[in-house]
């Protein structure tokens, strides 16, 4: 059980280059997030899915894309990269229920736009 | 006002110490309240999490909330050199129950000294 994988580990972008980051997480989990988090500011929420197919913005969408296809997979898009995406990318899932509060957090990926 | 506001720290204690960290927050309909342990190139781990007021208790942590004053708290008894970590307080966005996206704190750097 491997829980949420995230790949790649690290990634230096050019600016104006595009990515994707990408997300699997194995315990079926219904719920899943991306978050980026920048030195000492916490984590921000950029999107997150309630399902496959169903997905939300968050606090900080703006210059990325999100889709999910599968339970499994939620793959973070980064078109036209900018020095400000610079940032380290964590990828979360929980389990559906009202008591879930639980998130379940992958090893991130750590992005340098120059 | 932000909806969750956390001192960054850094803060330094010896081995042994009591260590009290503290968020406050501006929304009354807040309920449920985490914590997160966050290792340095690591992703966060939930640690606790409590409901309304009172204390839960879990080992050498204390997990703390008043309502009155919109505080939480997180004590640590006997720190050792491995609780070294961040600490994010975090709570559902808006006050919703399981599920909703989580708003953090910008956590709190803590190192254990031996």
């Known amino acids: 059980n491997a829980g949420v994988t995230q790949t790649p580990k690290f990634r230096i972008l050019k600016i104006g280059q595009s990515m994707t980051l990408q997300c699997t997480q194995d315990m079926n989990h219904n719920y899943m997030y991306w978050y980026r988090q920048d030195p000492g500011m916490g984590l921000k929420l950029i999107y997150y899915s309630v399902g496959a197919g169903i997905t939300d913005k968050g606090e900080v969408p703006n210059g990325y894309n999100v889709s999910r296809s599968t339970t499994e997979d939620f793959p973070l898009r980064l078109e036209l990269a900018a020095p400000s995406q610079t940032s380290v990318y964590f990828c979360a899932s929980s389990p559906w229920g009202s008591s879930s509060y639980e998130q379940y957090f992958g090893p991130g990926t750590r992005l340098t736009v120059t | 006002q932000k909806e969750v506001e956390q001192d960054p720290g850094p803060l330094s204690v010896p081995e042994g110490a009591i260590v009290s960290l503290n968020c406050t927050y501006s929304n009354s309909a807040f309920q449920y309240f985490m914590w997160y342990r966050q290792y340095s190139r690591k992703g966060p781990e939930l640690l606790m999490y409590?409901?309304?007021?009172g204390n839960k208790e879990d080992g050498r942590f204390t997990a703390q909330v008043d309502k009155s004053s919109k505080y939480i708290s997180l004590f640590i008894r006997d720190s050792q050199p491995s609780d070294s970590a961040t600490y994010l307080c975090a709570t559902p966005k808006g006050g919703g129950s399981g599920n909703t996206p989580l708003v953090f704190g910008k956590g709190t750097r803590l190192s254990v000294i031996a």
């Open positions: 409590t409901y309304s007021s």
